[in-house]
Structure formats: C-alpha cells, structure tokens
C-alpha cells in the first residue's frame, strides 16, 4: 500500500469560484478527457510513431483507447492502483502516449520523468512522489534502464522507502494476452490533482508540480485555440514528450483534444524530423533554439519539402532575435515564440502579431486572467516596461510544490503569486520580452539544472574543496554549464583533478545534460561582501577570461569542444 496523495497549496476557495464561473475550470477530468476524444474521433489517426522495439506503429484514436485500456491493465497487473504515482521515464515511443493515457483512465497519477534522467533524478523523484511504479523501456539510446531501476531500488531501500515496481514496456508486445477488462474507474475530479510535473529545479533536491485536470485542461483548450489547431492538424514531437512544452503548450494534449495527429520522432535530428514532416505532412512542430538553428543550417544545404510546415514554435530558452529573423524565410513558416514554465503561465506570440513583435518578444500570456506582476528586489512594482522579476498567479498556475513547504515558502509571495525567477519587461501590448534570470538554474538549450544540484555532487569528490557551476553564453546553447572547482590543499593547480570531475558525477547518477560542459580549476573564488561565493562575479571573470587577470590560475577543458546537441 502507498501512501495516499498528499495534500497540496491550492487556490482560495473564492478564486476557484471564479475560475469555474469564468468557464476556465469544468467538471472535466482527465478519464473523462481520454472517453470523450478517443469515441468522438475514433476513426481519426491520433498517433503515429514506433514503438518500443522500433516498430513503426499508427494508431487511431479507437485504438489508442484500446491500447490505453491494455497499458492500464498492465499496470493493474503491477500493483498499480487508483491514486498512485508512477514515475515515467519513456523516451518518444507509442507506448508513452498509451501510458499516460492509461494511468490518466485508471485515475494513477504520472510523474514526467525522462529517459535521460538517471540515479539521481529517480531517486529523488520516486522517494517524494512515494512512487508505485516506475515505467521504464528496457535498454535503450544507451542505457539499460532495467538496471537503472534496481540501482534505484537499491538506494531506496537504503533509504527506508520501498522501491517502486518495474514496468517494463518492451516487454509487453512479447507476452501472450493481458487481463481483458476495464481498469477500475479512478473516480478522481476535475480539481484533484492529475499528475505531477517537474521543476526545472533550482536547489539540490527536484521539486514535483501538481497540475489538476481543471487547471491543465483549460491551458490545454485555450492553447490549441491560440495556435489555430483543428482535426486536420498534424504535430511532430521532437522534444521529450514527457516536458510541458510539447505535452501541452498545446502539444500533445492540444492535439488529441481537437481531434489531430500526433507524430513521434524517435530522434530530434533533422534526419528524422524532416523525413517525418515529408511523409506525414506535418503541420507544426515545437523546438528549443539550439534545434531550431540546427533545423535552419540543415535546410539550408538540403533543401527538404516542408511545404505542409505551417507553423514553428521555438521555446523553453531564449531565442536569439537574429535567429528569430531566419526561421520564416528559411524554414517557409511561421514562427511561434513559447515562454511558459511547467509551473503554469504560458505566453504565446500570436498569428495576428506583427512580424516584429514575433521576433523580439517570447509572447503574452493565455488568459486575460493571468496576473503579471514585474517587480525589483523588495518585490515593489517597477515602472511600466523596465526590466524586474516576473511574478505571476492564475487559473492553470500552482500555488505551490507537491510536499515542499521548505521550498514553496520562498518560490510563492504570501498572497499566491509564483516567483518564475526570470527577468522580464513589457510592452504595452502585454507581450514580455525575457531579459535574463534571477535564479540559481542554468539554462541549457531548454534543459534546466541546478547549479546547486552540481555543486552538491561534486563536493562529494574527495579533491574537491569547494565547488561553483555558472552557465557561460554558448552560441549554440545558449548557456553551458562551467564548474569552477577549488582544489584541496595539496592539489592546486591539478589538471587531473578537473578531468576526474564528469567521470565522477556521472558514476554518482546524475544525468548527462547536467554534467559540466567545461570544468575549471581556481585555487580562490572571488567572494561577495557577506562572504559567500560570488556566481555573478566568477561568470564575469570566466566569461571575459583567459586573458585578464586569471590566467594562469586556471586550468582545465577550456574552453571545450562544441558541445554535444541536447534533445531539450
Ligand atoms: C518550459 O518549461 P520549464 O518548466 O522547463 O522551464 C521554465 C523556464 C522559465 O521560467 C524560463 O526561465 C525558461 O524556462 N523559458 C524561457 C522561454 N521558455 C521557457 N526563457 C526565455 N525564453 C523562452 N521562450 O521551458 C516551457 C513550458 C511550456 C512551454 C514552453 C516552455
């Protein structure tokens, strides 16, 4: 037996009110979802991709309830119940759309978890959510995922918590029949919590998003209204399905509730994506900036068809207002800025907006209910369109983090407006245009990472003293990440000692994305006038250095090959 469901932050009962009056929130739920759009579109293509053995796979929308109907089952079968959490890490394959589905049916909550996501992330995301279930997809792109799950239930044991049960989705099409029934009827409400997203994190331990399925359904509708989707639209999914972004902004979920196509691309390069958009005539596709630029050189020396390509969203990082300029003309459709958090708020640039606004501005927000506040350090408003925070609050934003009163006390204003940590200004259009951060997270290429996280892990290295990660303007990227290290007594100036540090957090658990791109030793860190490490201060050394005053102090892979294509 799990524990159940723990109670969350939530709205005032006042506000709730209102957003049912407004229509924002229905009686909706994520069962009722799934029954409704699977019987009105049955006949329809829904998804079209492979499956966990690479099988090419297009299912309708009759048999995608089926085929959630079967996952369902097949998590029944593995002690799944109404209730629980079950943590995914399923890279772009059929199954992962049966899966949700199947646990949405069933009334079991998922937790987003991705394939690249390793000791580390599962262990903390499986000892929060009290996971029932860990649903994996064998060996693949690398890594054995089997394993991983006994690695992780190994450190949960030492923990005290009782390890998740291993859902294997390869496994399914080679074993004979499953239970033909039903699964049991979750009976959750449309304002109960439906699943749990993650943070981008911005401390050591992963914080875990309660989205209910009143709040992510009306981001969902008024998503694909803002983005014009209907029956005949056809998406490719290129990110990790299992981000905000390509899930709901509108993505996945936009499209299955208007009755469209969704295509998986197994890989984000240009390869697959464009042979996809080719052959299945794709309407829209959502990429982060590095893969938009790497969509741009490609199309440049191949000349692909992408007469279908309507529309092309480009968020979850800055994009470049130079690039922004490019993917029109090149690419032959229109581009769509995205600036959301899994958090909530979501900003759209129009179809209607005038091409300048398209390409300077990451867009305005979904509903004229969202409430934007921009304010300096004390948390006072600035004047009108100069740069502050951005605080916001709203119908599909949380009040707060799942078990995380530590956390929630800092990233929420008493009066419920969420901290989103990024610097913004506005026009008098509403549009935002994101200037910077003002959190402790490195953004790379849409990948989000604690530096906290890195920091934490590294100090485990017994060389290391000390241990600061800053994100470095990458022309590809955007940021890579840069450990500056301090060596123990004894071992200053040790470039062995830097080599040492990837290889070491990769054997701790932590996923690839997050190892540094770069790490460099200093033997002292520049320090702010309380004391403390200066992250600003090392950027700015790092970032006009090796020529200043540093040389000579530091050493290391510097400044490092092009790093590899992230995925998100
Ligand atoms: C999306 O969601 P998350 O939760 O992975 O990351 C949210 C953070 C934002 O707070 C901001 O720092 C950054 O990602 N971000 C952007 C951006 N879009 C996201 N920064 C600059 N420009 C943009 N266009 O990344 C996400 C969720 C839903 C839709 C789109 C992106």
């Given at each position: 037996?799990?524990?159940?469901?723990?109670?969350?932050?939530?709205?005032?009962?006042?506000?709730?009110?209102?957003?049912?009056?407004?229509?924002?929130?229905?009686?909706?739920s994520f069962a009722d979802f799934v029954a409704d759009r699977t019987a009105r579109f049955a006949g329809h293509t829904a998804v079209?991709?492979?499956?966990?053995?690479?099988?090419?796979?297009?299912?309708?929308?009759?048999?995608?309830?089926?085929?959630?109907?079967?996952?369902?089952?097949?998590?029944?079968?593995?002690?799944?119940?109404?209730?629980?959490?079950?943590?995914?890490?399923?890279?772009?394959?059929?199954?992962?759309?049966?899966?949700?589905?199947?646990?949405?049916r069933m009334g079991a909550l998922p937790v987003f978890g991705l394939p690249s996501h390793r000791e580390v992330e599962l262990t903390?995301?499986?000892?929060?959510?009290?996971?029932?279930?860990?649903?994996?997809?064998?060996?693949?792109?690398?890594?054995?995922?089997?394993?991983?799950?006994?690695?992780?239930?190994?450190?949960?044991?030492?923990?005290?918590?009782?390890?998740?049960?291993?859902?294997?989705?390869?496994?399914?099409?080679?074993?004979?029949?499953?239970?033909?029934?039903?699964?049991?009827?979750?009976?959750?409400?449309?304002?109960?919590?439906?699943?749990?997203?993650?943070?981008?994190?911005?401390?050591?331990?992963?914080?875990?998003?309660?989205?209910?399925?009143?709040?992510?359904?009306?981001?969902?509708?008024?998503?694909?209204?803002?983005?014009?989707?209907?029956?005949?639209?056809?998406?490719?999914?290129?990110?990790?399905?299992?981000?905000?972004?390509?899930?709901?902004?509108?993505?996945?979920?936009?499209?299955?509730?208007?009755?469209?196509?969704?295509?998986?691309?197994?890989?984000?390069?240009?390869?697959?994506?464009?042979?996809?958009?080719?052959?299945?005539?794709?309407?829209?596709?959502?990429?982060?900036?590095?893969?938009?630029?790497?969509?741009?050189?490609?199309?440049?020396?191949?000349?692909?068809?992408?007469?279908?390509?309507?529309?092309?969203?480009?968020?979850?990082?800055?994009?470049?207002?130079?690039?922004?300029?490019?993917?029109?003309?090149?690419?032959?459709?229109?581009?769509?800025?995205?600036?959301?958090?899994?958090?909530?708020?979501?900003?759209?640039?129009?179809?209607?907006?005038?091409?300048?606004?398209?390409?300077?501005?990451?867009?305005?927000?979904?509903?004229?209910?969202?409430?934007?506040?921009?304010?300096?350090?004390?948390?006072?408003?600035?004047?009108?369109?100069?740069?502050?925070?951005?605080?916001?609050?709203?119908?599909?934003?949380?009040?707060?983090?799942?078990?995380?009163?530590?956390?929630?006390?800092?990233?929420?204003?008493?009066?419920?407006?969420?901290?989103?940590?990024?610097?913004?200004?506005?026009?008098?259009?509403?549009?935002?245009?994101?200037?910077?951060?003002?959190?402790?997270?490195?953004?790379?290429?849409?990948?989000?990472?604690?530096?906290?996280?890195?920091?934490?892990?590294?100090?485990?290295?017994?060389?290391?003293?000390?241990?600061?990660?800053?994100?470095?303007?990458?022309?590809?990227?955007?940021?890579?990440?840069?450990?500056?290290?301090?060596?123990?007594?004894?071992?200053?100036?040790?470039?062995?000692?830097?080599?040492?540090?990837?290889?070491?957090?990769?054997?701790?658990?932590?996923?690839?994305?997050?190892?540094?791109?770069?790490?460099?030793?200093?033997?002292?860190?520049?320090?702010?006038?309380?004391?403390?490490?200066?992250?600003?201060?090392?950027?700015?050394?790092?970032?006009?250095?090796?020529?200043?005053?540093?040389?000579?102090?530091?050493?290391?892979?510097?400044?490092?090959?092009?790093?590899?294509?992230?995925?998100?």
């Amino acid at each position: 037996m799990r524990s159940p469901i723990a109670e969350v932050p939530t709205w005032p009962e006042d506000v709730r009110a209102r957003y049912r009056a407004l229509g924002y929130w229905t009686e909706e739920s994520f069962a009722d979802f799934v029954a409704d759009r699977t019987a009105r579109f049955a006949g329809h293509t829904a998804v079209v991709g492979v499956d966990a053995h690479g099988r090419p796979q297009r299912w309708t929308y009759a048999d995608l309830a089926e085929q959630a109907d079967r996952a369902a089952a097949r998590l029944a079968d593995a002690g799944v119940e109404p209730g629980d959490r079950v943590v995914l890490t399923l890279p772009n394959v059929v199954e992962f759309v049966a899966v949700v589905l199947g646990l949405f049916r069933m009334g079991a909550l998922p937790v987003f978890g991705l394939p690249s996501h390793r000791e580390v992330e599962l262990t903390q995301f499986c000892t929060i959510a009290d996971a029932a279930a860990l649903v994996v997809v064998g060996e693949a792109d690398g890594c054995d995922h089997v394993a991983l799950h006994a690695a992780v239930a190994e450190r949960l044991r030492g923990q005290g918590v009782e390890p998740p049960a291993l859902v294997d989705v390869r496994e399914w099409a080679q074993s004979r029949e499953v239970r033909d029934q039903r699964p049991a009827a979750g009976g959750r409400a449309a304002e109960d919590v439906a699943f749990l997203q993650l943070s981008g994190g911005t401390t050591g331990v992963s914080k875990l998003i309660p989205r209910t399925s009143a709040d992510y359904l009306y981001s969902v509708r008024a998503s694909a209204e803002i983005c014009g989707l209907d029956e005949a639209c056809v998406m490719l999914v290129v990110l990790p399905a299992a981000h905000n972004f390509p899930m709901s902004s509108p993505g996945i979920l936009g499209v299955l509730h208007t009755g469209g196509t969704v295509v998986l691309a197994r890989d984000p390069s240009p390869r697959t994506a464009f042979a996809l958009i080719e052959a299945e005539r794709v309407t829209t596709v959502a990429l982060v900036p590095p893969l938009a630029q790497a969509w741009l050189s490609a199309a440049r020396r191949r000349t692909p068809d992408l007469s279908s390509l309507r529309t092309v969203q480009v968020g979850g990082a800055r994009l470049s207002d130079s690039v922004a300029t490019q993917i029109g003309p090149v690419l032959g459709a229109r581009l769509q800025q995205v600036f959301g958090m899994a958090e909530g708020l979501v900003n759209y640039t129009r179809d209607d907006d005038p091409d300048e606004i398209v390409t300077t501005t990451q867009g305005r927000p979904i509903s004229p209910d969202d409430e934007i506040r921009i304010v300096d350090a004390d948390d006072r408003e600035v004047p009108p369109g100069e740069e502050g925070r951005l605080l916001t609050r709203g119908p599909y934003t949380i009040r707060g983090y799942y078990r995380a009163d530590g956390p929630n006390r800092d990233s929420f204003t008493a009066d419920g407006f969420y901290r989103t940590g990024d610097l913004v200004r506005q026009l008098p259009s509403g549009h935002l245009v994101v200037t910077g951060r003002d959190k402790d997270q490195i953004n790379r290429g849409g990948e989000k990472v604690a530096t906290e996280e890195i920091e934490g892990l590294a100090l485990t290295h017994p060389g290391v003293l000390d241990a600061v990660a800053v994100g470095l303007p990458d022309p590809y990227l955007g940021e890579r990440i840069c450990l500056v290290v301090r060596p123990q007594p004894g071992r200053a100036g040790d470039d062995d000692l830097a080599a040492q540090i990837p290889g070491h957090l990769r054997a701790a658990g932590l996923a690839a994305y997050k190892i540094p791109d770069q790490v460099v030793t200093l033997d002292t860190f520049p320090a702010t006038h309380v004391g403390k490490n200066s992250r600003r201060e090392l950027r700015r050394l790092l970032t006009g250095q090796l020529t200043g005053q540093l040389t000579g102090q530091l050493t290391g892979r510097l400044p490092g090959q092009p790093p590899v294509p992230t995925t998100t």
